[in-house]
């Protein structure tokens, strides 16, 4: 089992750069894959990026801004996100499976932290 506390979320202006961080306290994320959610005001929870083992997964939004890392020494797992733009406002979720299989899904995970809120002003 895992227990998942997001942080980094912050507020900055479109075009900045913001790192998330997933660490889970029970030191067991290195056995899972990973993915990053986010939930707009009045929109569904969707899949951004996604990591398995070091193989990363992108939703196309965001593919060539954010990147996904883990440092599995630290029981970590990271979204660096560059080039941010007001539609990246949401509260950003980790999640964690023990496959990567239809990562996009929010209804297979069975492990999610709290949320982190992020907002980008233009």
């Known amino acids: 089992q895992v227990q998942l506390v997001e942080s980094g979320g912050g507020s900055v202006q479109a075009g900045g750069s913001l790192r998330l961080s997933c660490v889970d306290s029970?030191?067991?994320?290195?056995?899972?894959?990973v993915a990053w959610f986010r939930q707009g005001p009045g929109k569904a929870r969707e899949g951004v990026a996604a990591?398995?083992?070091?193989?990363?997964y992108y939703d196309g939004s965001v593919k060539g801004r954010f990147t996904v890392s883990r440092d599995n020494d630290k029981n970590t797992v990271y979204l660096q996100m560059n080039s941010l733009q007001p539609e990246d406002t949401a509260m950003y979720y980790c999640?964690?499976?023990?496959?990567?299989?239809?990562?996009?899904?929010?209804?297979?995970?069975?492990?999610w932290g709290q949320g982190t809120q992020v907002t980008v002003s233009s």
């Open positions: 999640a964690a499976k023990p496959t990567v299989r239809d990562w996009k899904i929010p209804d297979r995970y069975e492990y």
């Open positions: 029970r030191g067991s994320l290195s056995s899972y894959s």
């Open positions: 990591i398995a083992n070091y193989i990363t």
